[in-house]
């Protein structure tokens, strides 16, 4: 599947993975860790964005738990309308981008975000979408990764690149899930993996991006 093909499923998704679908479920575990693990490393003022934020339900736990500063980036444009439904603060308060990963991070500064995160999200970038590299470049202190990885060294695929050779599985025969080992993407880019836990589907990974700002780290 190309990466047009990729980005218009997403783009015209509805029923399960919608953001229809993510605001009847609400905020998780993952919801919970991901806050838990900001808490202990960043002021409530960082600039913290959320690749595929769908209709919020993880920005909504933040922004409860009293961060000020809120991004998304969003290629469904039914997620906004289904936020302001559902988290109508999140919805007034944050910033969104309406628009595909590839063609969104591109526009940011450098070192724009204080975090950056990710929760099952990456796992469906094309090979070809050239994301990872402008991750580096947007994030100023921390990155993190909530994905699915069980398969990432299987079949000879590397996985640490989002070259050809990735493994990847097909969601109901639909949409690619790529399977790829996030340690190594990250940590081949100057960033340091600082946390790291196995949850129910997924890998959660935090990373420190090494030389970076250390301002917002309380300790």
Request: aromatic share 10%; glycine share 8%.
């Amino acid at each position: 599947m190309d990466p047009n093909s990729v980005r218009q499923q997403w783009e015209e998704r509805s029923g399960e993975y919608s953001p229809d679908y993510y605001a009847y479920y609400g905020p998780n575990e993952t919801s919970e860790l991901l806050r838990a693990r900001l808490d202990s490393v960043i002021e409530s003022d960082a600039a913290i964005l959320e690749l595929g934020c769908s209709s919020g339900r993880h920005l909504a736990h933040l922004h409860d738990g009293g961060y000020e500063d809120l991004h998304g980036i969003e290629i469904n444009g039914e997620a906004l309308s289904v936020m302001e439904e559902n988290y109508p603060e999140l919805a007034a308060d944050g910033t969104f981008y309406i628009d595909a990963i590839e063609n969104t991070i591109t526009e940011f500064d450098d070192d724009q975000f204080d975090v950056v995160f990710s929760v099952e999200t990456l796992q469906h970038v094309h090979p070809d979408g050239g994301v990872f590299g402008e991750l580096e470049r947007i994030t100023a202190n921390r990155l993190i990764t909530v994905e699915n990885e069980r398969r990432a060294d299987e079949n000879g695929g590397e996985g640490d690149d989002g070259s050809s050779e990735t493994p990847v599985n097909y969601v109901h025969d639909e949409f690619p899930l790529y399977f790829r080992n996030w340690n190594r993407v990250f940590t081949d880019r100057g960033f340091t993996e600082v946390f790291s836990e196995q949850t129910d589907r997924d890998v959660f990974r935090e990373f420190h991006l090494d030389g970076g700002d250390d301002a917002i780290i309380q300790s």
